[in-house]
């Protein structure tokens, strides 16, 4: 089992930058694919990224190629997301979750996080 605690939210102009964090205890962190979703008021909870265990392989939602970036540091049992050119568009509660294997679907991940908040101003 694990547990994660999300933080790095905040609120941030429009083209913008923040970097997400999420915490991990266990120490079977190293065996999960990671990913983040997020949830926006009103819509459903979306896939945003997700990395394999060994950071091998990255995945990304078409809309966040090129402008997220979701790297892990397995010592540290860390995952994050670096957000740059922040759109009003992203904001969203951002959710860390862990899972067996890897699938973009929310269904596929056992673990969350309580979620950080992100706003983006225009």
């Known amino acids: 089992q694990v547990q994660l605690v999300e933080s790095g939210g905040g609120l941030v102009q429009a083209g913008g930058s923040l970097r997400l964090s999420c915490a991990a205890s266990?120490?079977?962190?190293?065996?999960?694919?990671m990913g983040w979703f997020r949830q926006a008021p009103g819509k459903e909870r979306e896939f945003v990224a997700a990395?394999?265990?060994?950071?091998?392989?990255?995945f990304y939602a078409d809309s966040m190629k090129g402008r997220f970036t979701i790297s892990r540091d397995n010592a540290k049992n860390t995952v994050s997301l670096q957000m740059n050119s922040l759109k009003p568009e992203d904001t969203a509660v951002y959710y860390c979750?862990?899972?067996?294997?890897?699938?973009?679907?929310?269904?596929?991940?056992?673990?969350w996080g309580q979620g950080t908040q992100v706003t983006v101003s225009s």
């Open positions: 990395i394999s265990w060994s950071g091998g392989s990255r």
């Open positions: 266990g120490r079977t962190f190293s065996s999960y694919v």
């Open positions: 979750a862990a899972a067996n294997h890897y699938g973009p679907s929310d269904r596929t991940y056992d673990y």
